[in-house]
């Protein structure tokens, strides 16, 4: 219940801190049920900011939102410089990260799409 009230007031904006909200269990039990009643409509608000606001924040950082999980993940940012050598009059470009011959595309989307439910495919150059 600490860490619930804790969590609670470093989400809560500012202006929202004065409200009458149990922070601990003494507060809580101390509470009369005319009261309860009274500010349940406001604890309810609260409880679905507090997980509107972690979702946010724990979906921007996520390791699974990553797109690249496989190529040069050392490195900062990842750019590549071709030399075009077209093939059968095209050049086929990886999109979506899974190639083995990144940064062409190997045919790897397919497993990919089929796996995830994505729709990735390859970027097609055609020779004039
Ligand atoms: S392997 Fe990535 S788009 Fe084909």
Avoid at 102 to 128: M, Q, R
Wanted: charged share 25%; with cysteine.
């Amino acid at each position: 219940m600490e860490f619930f009230a804790d969590a609670l007031t470093k989400t809560l904006p500012a202006y929202l801190q004065s409200l009458p909200i149990p922070r601990n269990a003494e507060e809580l039990t101390a509470m009369t049920p005319e009261k309860a009643v009274e500010i349940a409509p406001l604890f309810l608000v609260l409880v679905v900011h507090f997980f509107v606001v972690q979702m946010l924040l724990c979906g921007s950082g996520s390791k699974a939102a990553r797109c690249n999980t496989m190529i040069k993940l050392d490195s900062p940012k990842v750019v590549d410089k071709v030399t075009p050598k077209f093939k059968d009059g095209k050049i086929v470009m990886c999109r979506c990260w899974k190639s083995k011959s990144f940064p062409y595309c190997d045919g790897s989307h397919t497993a990919h799409n089929k796996e995830t439910g994505d729709n990735v495919g390859p970027l097609i150059i055609l020779e004039k």
